[in-house]
């Protein structure tokens, strides 16, 4: 038999997991898969029956009860990551975030215990200390909750650059680390003077790590307030070209229509007078001298046209030919500036692949369609000389003067319309399939 008392404790001690939860789920609950009710259910459910058999199990078999809490949190995080579109990254660095804040909330509930209760030793969790976790939790949600929500929310939203968010995962496994190793285990030591440099310590600690996601807030929105200016610039560049072009234009077939009476003149003059060879070649020559207006209306989005007729030009200077088809919806869910980016990165990339192998093999294909389903679908194909490189699954530039961040930026926007791309190659033809769902608002 197992001793009631023991098993309720260890029970209780559980309870700390929930603020950790609801922390974790603040910034990120836009990314949902499934409504907010049936998460809860399903968390309820799930973590009602583990924390029953890990306590059980604890106290049966005298375990360490930290194993099992560790076990507890791997599987909350395989759940977190189910529930979610967000991407590994993501929810690895936000999780590991809380955990960190949550183990200094643990921390500083050990040292209330200490104080409150001189009886304890602190060499197992107690009641009390569980219960003061658990407050100290719900005080922190309460002061995190709207910023986590507000600002949290639009980190996560905007800003799906993987390595990014990898290198603060690191950064907040190093505060993870410093609250587990900084443990009080005895609590003999706090009693003798030496609390307030312990609690100074764990203050500093925790306002270091919420300073650093500060930073990490304000540095991402900077970076992105800076690619989206280049992106402005970058557009604007595309349609003052397509604008020059169109000026040229109208006024090349200004002076043509300025002549065009004594053209027709002309023209009659030499059928009445039955020169039917040079009528024939004033025409073919009239012909070879009319202007042609090289800019085309793909589509109805004015940026959209500007992004591809520019690439266009590009090509015809560079020799490269083009074979597509572009089928926009009208409306489009997608912002144009995030569609000019998807589109200006990937044919930029492919234009500058195509220099590096002869003219006669120089080619991009381009599909934009949205076929039989609510997504919209970009296949674009181009020709290169064969050398890639690449590095944990991921191509890195060949190019000169390239930087590797467009294929980046390509995914980032496509993963922010919760869509996905994917860039493989095969001989000497590299490829790009990108798919976003176009009803956004289920």
């Not at 043509?256 to 040079?278: C, N, P, W």
């Not at 919806?329 to 980016?341: F, G, N, R, S, V």
């Not at 399939?433 to 009803?439: A, H, K, N, T, V």
């Amino acid at each position: 038999m197992i001793s009631i008392p023991d098993f309720l404790n260890e029970l209780i001690s559980y309870v700390i997991v929930l603020p950790a939860m609801v922390l974790c789920y603040l910034p990120i609950g836009k990314q949902l898969l499934t409504s907010p009710w049936k998460l809860v259910i399903l968390i309820l459910g799930v973590f009602s029956v583990t924390f029953t058999l890990c306590s059980y199990v604890t106290v049966l078999w005298h375990m360490d009860s930290s194993l099992l809490f560790y076990l507890v949190m791997v599987l909350f995080f395989l759940i977190y990551c189910g529930t979610l579109r967000a991407n590994t990254s993501q929810c690895l660095c936000v999780f590991v975030s809380v955990c960190a804040l949550m183990g200094y909330v643990s921390n500083f509930a050990q040292v209330m215990d200490s104080v409150f209760h001189p009886e304890t030793t602190g060499s197992s969790v107690t009641i009390s200390s569980s219960l003061y976790g658990l407050g100290l939790g719900v005080v922190l949600i309460g002061l995190l909750a709207w910023v986590l929500i507000r600002f949290g929310s639009k980190l996560v939203n905007q800003f799906q650059t993987r390595k990014i968010w990898n290198c603060m995962t690191l950064l907040m496994a190093g505060f993870l680390i410093a609250s587990i190793s900084t443990q009080p285990l005895d609590f003999s030591y706090l009693r003798d003077g030496f609390l307030p440099f312990y609690c100074a310590t764990q203050l500093v600690l925790l306002i270091l790590q919420l300073s650093l996601f500060v930073f990490f807030y304000l540095t991402v929105m900077s970076m992105q307030a800076l690619e989206a200016e280049r992106q402005r610039v970058r557009l604007l560049r595309m349609q003052e070209k397509q604008f020059e072009d169109q000026q040229q234009y109208l006024a090349e077939t200004s002076r043509m229509r300025h002549d065009f009476r004594h053209t027709i003149l002309a023209l009659k003059g030499m059928a009445d007078a039955g020169k039917s060879q040079e009528l024939s070649d004033y025409l073919d020559q009239y012909i070879h001298d009319f202007p042609v207006n090289e800019s085309v209306n793909y589509t109805g989005s004015l940026c959209v046209n500007a992004t591809l007729n520019y690439v266009a030009s590009a090509c015809r200077t560079e020799h490269i030919q083009m074979y597509w088809r572009i089928s926009l919806p009208d409306p489009c869910p997608i912002a144009e500036m995030d569609l000019c980016t998807i589109l200006g990165n990937m044919l930029d990339n492919a234009v500058r692949a195509c220099e590096t192998v002869p003219e006669a093999d120089r080619q991009i294909h381009l599909t934009i369609t949205t076929m039989d389903e609510p997504s919209l679908y970009i296949v674009q194909s181009n020709s290169f000389d064969g050398n890639v490189r690449m590095r944990g699954g991921r191509y890195l530039t060949n190019l000169p003067g390239g930087t590797g961040l467009g294929l980046e930026s390509i995914h980032a926007t496509a993963e922010k319309y919760h869509g996905t791309a994917r860039f493989h190659h095969e001989g000497k033809i590299f490829s790009t399939d990108i798919r976003i769902p176009l009803d956004l608002e289920k």
